[in-house]
């Protein structure tokens, strides 16, 4: 059942509707009222958190394979990023940008070697 999954997906990374909803475009009310299977989502809807969180399209809406398309964990770091990110100010961010900029450049020329985890 897609609100089902939809729901155990939000779970597996870690947010809230709330948050869930915000990298969507939609509110925590419209998230609770998928998970509650008070709405059915659209399916354009679908194929926008399929997108977004890199999400198989074939476990969303049949509940076959793995829920992700890509690595869960580089997801998972990538959406912490964009939320730290999102939460700090126009300067801030500016200056996040700038570093980070900073440091493909230093990465590209040798000068960092992959970090061991």
């Given at each position: 059942?897609?609100?089902?999954?939809?729901?155990?997906?939000?779970?597996?990374?870690?947010?809230?509707?709330?948050?869930?909803?915000?990298?969507?475009?939609?509110?925590?009310?419209?998230?609770?009222?998928?998970?509650?299977?008070?709405?059915?989502?659209?399916?354009?809807?679908?194929?926008?958190?399929?997108?977004?969180?890199?999400?198989?399209?074939n476990w969303l809406l049949e509940g076959f394979g793995e829920m992700f398309s890509e690595d869960p964990p580089a997801h998972s770091e990538m959406n912490e990023a964009l939320r730290l990110f999102h939460s700090l100010n126009s300067k801030l961010r500016g200056y996040v940008l700038s570093q980070m900029r900073e440091l493909v450049k230093l990465q590209e020329s040798g000068g960092i070697d992959e970090m061991s985890e």
């Open positions: 059942m897609i609100p089902r999954r939809l729901k155990e997906l939000r779970k597996a990374l870690k947010l809230t509707q709330a948050q869930f909803g915000e990298k969507l475009g939609v509110s925590r009310d419209v998230i609770g009222n998928i998970e509650y299977s008070r709405v059915n989502p659209k399916p354009v809807f679908l194929e926008h958190v399929c997108n977004i969180y890199c999400v198989n399209r």
